[in-house]
């Protein structure tokens, strides 16, 4: 799914490193090397995903994401972070990121982060002339463990929300990922009883065949076959809730390391609450944290 990436980065060892991912991933890839010039960019070159970087000179990473989400709310923007910067990858979030990548793992996430951005945002624009024209959606998939069906699931989340004409096309992108990452923690944590610290989890992020078939293989053995992952979605004309629990003993919840600290950036079910708490207005969990509810309000 080859898609225009404009790269924004001031440092040309790191610029360097991520247009060679971005391009062996089949993408064409502009670069600049400050907010500045990346506005300066896409007013002549539209593209369709922006990475940026957030120390920059000029205009930094998140007056770039403000901008972005001020003029052009159709654009998402990923924001990658340096072990250090978690606290400015935070603000970048809750300004209007869509998600982030650390530094120290380009090689396993960029390229998987992008991919799924690319194809939320497809999702997006393929329902927007039905705006305005699906009344209070509700629905509910009863899923099985394999994370096959995580991103068919969103987009049509995302289509749903799309053709109600509620949010901005960035939030609708937003409230996917939340709901991916709750589907992702819910499957792996919860009904599959995995570990952050089980290698599968970063193999299976980064998109091994092999590590896939093996948790494809874990899903259908006969401790784990019966359990279900239920999406529930109802959406209204004040807000959007959506539903996500599972039938395992795991949990879908992690706060330690607390979010938004160095170390959570590398545990995945951390990355995933960040994002489920950082883009909804209203985060529940049950009391075996085995349902998340999530409520984006839409004024």
Known sequence: MMASILLCEDSPTHTVLMQTLLEDDAHEVRCAQDGREAMASIAEHMPELVVTDLRMPNMNGLELVQALVSEQS???????????????????????????????????????????????????????????????PEFYFKLGNYIESINP????????????????????IRIGMAVASAL????????????????????VIAGDTDSQAELTKRAASDRYRKRSVHLKVSGGDKDTRISVSHDGN???????????TPESFELEQCRGMML???FMDEVMFNSGFSEVVMVKHHA
């Open 276 to 278: 489920i708490t950082s």
């Open 250 to 260: 795991g949990r879908l919840a992690r706060f330690n390391p607390a979010p938004g």
């Open 74 to 136: 159709q654009l998402p923007t990923v924001v990658v972070t340096a072990r250090g910067s978690e606290d400015l990858a935070v603000d970048a979030l809750a300004l209007g990121a869509v998600n982030f990548v650390p530094k120290n793992s380009l090689n396993m996430l960029l390229n998987p982060v992008v991919r799924q951005t690319i194809a939320y945002s497809g999702s997006d624009r393929f329902s927007q002339p039905l705006s305005g024209q699906l009344r209070s």
């Open 153 to 172: 699931a969103t987009q049509i989340v995302i289509q749903a929300l799309a053709a109600s004409g509620k949010l901005n096309p960035t939030n609708r």
């Open 184 to 203: 992702f923690n819910a499957i792996c944590y919860g009904n599959l009883e995995l570990s952050d610290e089980d290698p599968i989890v970063a193999k």
